[in-house]
């Protein structure tokens, strides 16, 4: 069973920073890309961040030059480093794995996600 613990969430002022991590955990035989999204109360999930198992990395309009997403794949861990917060990163945020399970499938996983809430 694989599954996925976020953590570094949390209360901020806006402008503050925040470092968020997806720990990945269970039995697999490969992992390809690792991402993050986030949903806020009444909008749509949206893509934050991705970065492949080759490191190039995908960045939401919203968040690129703020937000730096980054892996290291010997602890099957992704990053999130948040700076210049703004009220509109206030949501939750989910840590996704795209991986190759011990049955050879290719199967996305979630965790159950974190709260981040930036005050203005």
């Known amino acids: 069973q694989v599954q996925l613990r976020e953590s570094g969430g949390g209360l901020v002022q806006a402008g503050g920073s925040l470092r968020l991590s997806c720990v990945l955990s269970g039995r697999m035989l490969s992992i390809y890309d690792m991402g993050w999204y986030r949903q806020a109360p009444g909008k749509q999930r949206e893509l934050v961040a991705l970065i492949s198992n080759g490191g190039s990395t995908n960045y939401g309009d919203s968040v690129k030059g703020r937000f730096t997403i980054s892996r290291d794949n010997a602890k099957n861990t992704v990053y999130l480093q948040m700076n210049s917060l703004k009220p509109e990163d206030t949501a939750v945020y989910r840590c996704?794995?795209?991986?190759?399970?011990?049955?050879?499938?290719?199967?996305?996983?979630w965790g159950q996600g974190t709260q981040v809430t930036v005050s203005s």
């Open positions: 996704n794995v795209d991986l190759l399970s011990m049955a050879g499938a290719r199967t996305t996983s």
